[in-house]
């Protein structure tokens, strides 16, 4: 297995050994490079206290930002790598860092603070594996499980309810049920973690393959930092369009969501308003008038309080915002889309559109899935052919009506506007002239 350990990797290795330490590869490397997949980064432990590792690199830039935690990061080939001291947690008394880090002289000490057993495997030149806690049997068996006393364990630092969902959704396994019912023990853990930290968890766990089944049995977990998803998980929907559950239709759609984290969220987020806006009629059948702008509130607020950037909440409350809107299948009607939302956040929005189908009457979703294929194809169409729908493809601009002389002023604005409407719609061909002509002026001097 070392022999897929990349020459930088393995030079920082044997620079630390030189010296006469220990190190080892550790975490998520060692877990990956067992699973037989490429690893994303590579993180060494060593006996080297932090000046010592130092020492072992006068050639090489050091980054010293985590110091304080016993890490050195060394810059290998333009690329950053760390390298921690063997260490011991001390007492966690605000549930998110430790107190204080002792450094220790054993590797299986540093292994015991890790928060799972498939997490906390290290790897050395030597080919040895160290494998205290049953990480190897867990990988196999597709376990994410606690080292040591779950409770004990979520207690010391609550992202790890977050981290323990995320690595079941990414690595598709199964949390392991004494792991299971300890998260579910200590939720209000949850509420130390900084909002960054579970956004980023929440992001990562989303994209992974096991993303909805993860979330089916964890509702709760979500539900901890975004109580504004509870109504939903307990809706029922008694109408002949659906044939689940609020929340079972939200991850029947995930489930069928392709691999953008906006789709996702947008998917998550599109019927978190249903609750708020259900009727029943005289025949008992449930309605949800009105409730795609509810959730676009609700799925602001959701994102804001995760410190979600900007651009993909703003992206995400427009999908959500319009996930049940009519778009109708001809050239005008998807010129006006594009200049809406642009090409981009309208393929988007029929990917969430197409997702939505799934767990619905299978007749509809048939239906759905056909018209939503055809739309697709006309928005490709529609912008390879270079055909107009914003106001850079328009033929005119600002500067030629001033030439042809209108007002400078917000007068510019509205015609160009105003003429745009009249190209999308085909009432007006995208000619200078006879753009120019529509406005009663005079085509201008080339
Ligand atoms: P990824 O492939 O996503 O990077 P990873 O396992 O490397 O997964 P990191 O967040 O990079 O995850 O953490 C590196 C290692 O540090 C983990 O494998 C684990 O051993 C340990 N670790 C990280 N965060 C925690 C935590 N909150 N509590 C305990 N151990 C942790
Ligand atoms: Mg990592």
Redesign the pocket.
């Given at each position: 297995m070392t022999e897929r350990v990349p020459g930088d990797v393995r030079a920082l290795l044997e620079a630390l050994e030189g010296a006469g330490f220990e190190a080892h590869l550790?975490?998520?490397?060692?877990?990956?490079l067992l699973r037989g997949v490429e690893?994303?980064?590579w993180?060494i432990c060593t006996s080297a206290l932090p000046d010592e590792t130092e020492a072992c690199f006068p050639h090489h830039r050091l980054l010293e930002t985590g110091l304080r935690h016993g890490t050195v990061t060394v810059l290998a080939g333009h690329r950053p790598y760390e390298i921690t001291t063997y260490r011991a947690?001390g007492p966690y008394s605000d549930g998110r860092r430790p107190d204080r880090v002792e450094f220790v002289p054993d590797l299986v000490q540093d292994?015991a603070?890790?928060?799972?057993t498939?997490?906390?495997m290290a790897l050395g030149l030597d080919g040895v594996l160290h494998d205290p806690f049953g990480g190897q049997a867990d990988l196999a068996a597709g376990v994410i499980r606690c080292?040591g006393d779950p409770d004990r364990?979520f207690q010391?630092?609550g992202?790890?309810l977050m981290?323990a969902l995320?690595?079941a959704a990414?690595l598709d396994f199964a949390i392991h049920p004494a792991t299971a019912a300890a998260i579910r023990r200590n939720l209000p853990m949850l509420d130390k973690v900084a909002a960054e930290r579970v956004q980023a968890e929440l992001r990562?766990l989303l994209m992974g393959p096991r993303a909805a089944e993860t979330l089916r049995e964890f509702p709760e977990v979500l539900c901890r930092f975004w109580p504004q998803l509870e109504p939903l998980v307990g809706l029922e929907q008694r109408n002949p369009w659906h044939c689940y559950g609020g929340w079972e239709h939200t991850l029947h759609a995930l489930a069928a969501a392709p691999e953008d984290l906006t789709v996702r969220l947008a998917v998550l987020l599109h019927d978190v308003g249903k609750p708020p806006c259900r009727t029943t009629d005289e025949a008992g059948i449930d309605h949800f008038y009105g409730h795609a702008a509810v959730s676009a509130q609700l799925a602001d607020q959701m994102l804001r309080a995760l410190k979600f950037d900007n651009r993909t909440r703003e992206e995400v409350v427009t999908l959500v915002a319009r996930h049940d809107a009519p778009i109708a299948h001809t050239p005008k009607s998807i010129r006006r889309w594009l200049g809406r939302l642009g090409e981009a956040t309208l393929l988007r929005l029929l990917e969430v559109k197409r997702c939505d189908s799934y767990g619905k009457d299978i007749q509809l979703v048939r239906e759905r899935l056909a018209a939503n294929e055809a739309l697709k194809a006309m928005v490709r169409e529609v912008v390879a052919q270079g055909q107009c729908f914003s106001l850079k493809d328009l033929a005119v601009d600002g500067r030629d009506l001033l030439a042809a002389g209108v007002p400078a002023g917000p007068a510019v604005g509205k015609a160009l506007n105003s003429l745009l409407g009249q190209v999308v719609s085909g009432e007006l061909p995208n000619e200078k002239a006879a753009l120019l002509a529509a406005l009663g002026l005079p085509p201008s001097p080339p």
């Open positions: 550790v975490g998520g490397c060692v877990r990956d690893p994303q980064d993180d947690d292994l603070r890790r928060d799972f498939v997490n906390a080292v364990r010391e630092d992202l790890r981290r995320r690595f990414c990562k």
